[in-house]
């Protein structure tokens, strides 16, 4: 156990950000969020940026980048519900570990953004099939 701990450094919005607007008409906050990352041990914290695209109930679209640090827990993460009707193809070059899941855990509460594991997207599109949702006439 490493004993992560996640710090937002920077939070910046959409010039154009609007909450009166933001759930169907534009004005979406769209963050782009940088921090570090560390743990006990560490010499130099880790990096990383989320940039969220997303569009209010039109879905979601994001990704996340974590660099500067051990090669095993560094990569890319992006998911992209809007373009896709509502399906979320994610794209990840993270290596599943038990460090990796640990670090999954703490940034996901930190920031409020989430990465799915190949699994954990294998299940949901089982579970799809399962109701009627991916079948072909």
């Given at each position: 156990?490493?004993n ?24 979406y906050?769209q ?7 560390s743990?006990?041990?560490c010499?130099e914290?880790?990096?990383?940026v ?5 569009c209010?109930e039109?879905g ?25 009707n509502?399906?979320l193809?994610d794209e990840?070059s993270?290596k ?7 670090l ?6 930190a920031t409020r953004?989430?990465?799915?594991t190949?699994e ?8 799809d ?5 991916d079948?072909e006439?």
């Open positions: 156990m490493k992560f701990e996640v710090s937002i450094i920077s939070y910046e919005v959409s010039p154009s950000f609007d909450p009166r607007f933001a759930r169907n008409g534009g004005g906050e963050p782009t969020i940088e921090g570090e990352i743990w006990d041990g010499d914290p880790m990096e990383f989320i940039d969220d695209t997303s209010g039109f979601s679209r994001y990704s996340v980048s974590i660099f500067g640090g051990p090669a095993e827990l560094c990569g890319q993460y992006s998911t992209n519900g809007i373009d896709f509502g399906e193809p990840s993270f599943w570990s038990e460090e990796l899941e640990e999954r855990e703490v940034f996901e509460k953004f989430w990465f799915y190949e954990e997207l294998k299940e949901d599109d089982e579970d099939f399962e109701e009627g949702g079948e006439n």
